[in-house]
């Protein structure tokens, strides 16, 4: 079992910034893939950002490409999604998302690819 807890989520003006934080227990976090998904009302989840075990490859969703950076530190079995230049479009429920991979380079974006989640962080984003 994994557990996962993000922090960091709130209310911020169009423009400003946020960082969002997972922690993580219960399992080798280099054994885990993980990524970020964030679900608005009405809408389905999508995969925001993934960062592969290393923290050597990362892949984010076109929205947020050079907003956002995913970082993970396995020493401290964090991972972390720096948020820039938010827009009112990225207001949604956060989600912080991991699966144990063998694989040092996939990133999994289909929320069913992922077997353990965090229970979420709301960001809104004042126009």
């Known amino acids: 079992q994994v557990q996962l807890v993000e922090s960091g989520g709130g209310l911020v003006q169009a423009g400003g910034s946020l960082r969002l934080s997972c922690a993580t227990s219960?399992?080798?976090?280099?054994?885990?893939?993980m990524g970020w998904f964030r679900q608005a009302p009405g809408k389905e989840r999508e995969f925001v950002a993934g960062?592969?075990?290393?923290?050597?490859?990362?892949y984010y969703t076109d929205s947020v490409k050079d907003r956002f950076t995913i970082s993970r530190d396995n020493a401290k079995n964090t991972v972390c999604l720096q948020m820039n230049r938010l827009k009112p479009e990225d207001t949604a429920v956060y989600y912080c998302a991991a699966v144990p991979t063998f694989s040092t380079v996939v990133i999994p974006q289909a929320p069913q690819q992922y077997n353990y989640w965090g229970q979420g962080t709301r960001v809104t984003i004042a126009s």
């Open positions: 960062i592969s075990r290393s923290g050597s490859k990362t």
């Open positions: 219960g399992r080798t976090f280099d054994s885990l893939t």
